[in-house]
T-cell receptor, first 112, second 117 residues
């Protein structure tokens, strides 16, 4: 198994631009999670899906952030418009129910 | 809401020695999972060990073991025979079991482990 796949691995963009982060979970996992890691706030849960349905998006910082999971093998996290304070590492993780979460390699986002 | 506290921002240990990383958590739930994740400089999050709250026996994985004290809400990680490859950030994490086991993780701030050769 290839593990959780995230793209891009690095993204540099300018303030005001739209950013889309992508995630392919491990096949057969029915839960998908988006986390953000910063020096100041550590690792934070943004949103998670069970069976492609968003369950809890209370961690999404602002309306500029949105996430979708159109099918069991793909999810996106979109920031529009992006701001410098959005600079962080964004992780996607997937999990079979009742089990531990497997993390992707992360996307390092830099907003100038 | 649950909180996870790691009181040691940084720890240092000599190679081949034993080190213990501390973690405490706050919850009103009785059923949950606890984890230790390792994050090396590559930033990949790697699961080290997991513990189910309903199990009294402490989990072990080779050189890694935990001391789970449910009443004290404490979950420490012991690394025996430390190796240079153990150098990393270590995160303690909590996961509720009330949502059917599919909830997100709550992380501590992490402990930076340095291995002295």
């Amino acid at each position: 198994d290839a593990g959780v796949i995230q793209s891009p691995r690095h993204e540099v963009t300018e303030m005001g631009q739209e950013v889309t982060l992508r995630c392919k979970p491990i096949s057969g996992h029915n839960s998908l999670f988006w986390y953000r890691q910063t020096m100041m706030r550590g690792l934070e849960l943004l949103i998670y899906f069970n069976n492609n349905v968003p369950i809890d998006d209370s961690g999404m910082p602002e309306d500029r952030f949105s996430a979708k999971m159109p099918n069991a093998s793909f999810s996106t996290l979109k920031i529009q418009p992006s701001e410098p304070r959005d600079s962080a590492v964004y992780f996607c993780a997937s999990s079979p129910r009742y089990n531990e979460q497997f993390f992707g390699p992360g996307t390092r986002l830099t907003v100038l | 809401a649950q909180t996870v506290t790691q009181s040691q921002p940084e720890m240092s240990v000599q190679e081949a020695e034993t080190v213990t990383l501390s973690c405490t958590y706050d919850t009103s739930e009785s059923d949950y999972y606890l984890f230790w994740y390792k994050q090396p400089p590559s930033r990949q999050m790697i699961l080290v060990i997991r513990q189910e709250a309903y199990k009294q026996q402490n989990a072990t994985e080779n050189r890694f073991s935990v001391n789970f004290q449910k009443a004290a809400k404490s979950f420490s990680l012991k690394i025996s025979d430390s190796q240079l490859g153990d150098a990393a950030m270590y995160f303690c994490a909590y996961r509720s079991a009330t949502g059917g086991g599919a909830d997100g993780l709550t992380f501590g701030k992490g402990t930076h482990l340095i291995i002295q050769p």
